[in-house]
């Protein structure tokens, strides 16, 4: 399984309490980490940006 830092940062931002963020954080640390590389990121850029002028949208938080 595999997890990006933008996904774990929205995911530790929920936690409630330092304990859980601790353990949280420490198995999402085991997980393979997916390389997001600038080439990613402009993509993701450049296929919004398509949606966007069909008037569709995906967001980039889960919140």
């Known amino acids: 399984m595999w997890i ?3 996904i774990r940062v929205e995911l530790l931002i929920g936690v409630k309490n330092p304990e859980r ?5 420490e198995q ?3 997980l ?3 390389p ?3 080439q990613t990121w402009e ?3 450049r296929l919004g940006h398509q949606l966007a002028r069909k008037g569709q949208s995906v967001p980039l938080q889960t919140s």
């Open 28 to 30: 999402m640390a085991a």
């Open 36 to 38: 997001l590389l600038d």
């Open 43 to 45: 993509r993701a850029a």
């Open 21 to 25: 963020w601790a353990i949280i954080n």
């Open 32 to 34: 393979e980490q997916a």
């Open 4 to 6: 990006c830092w933008p």
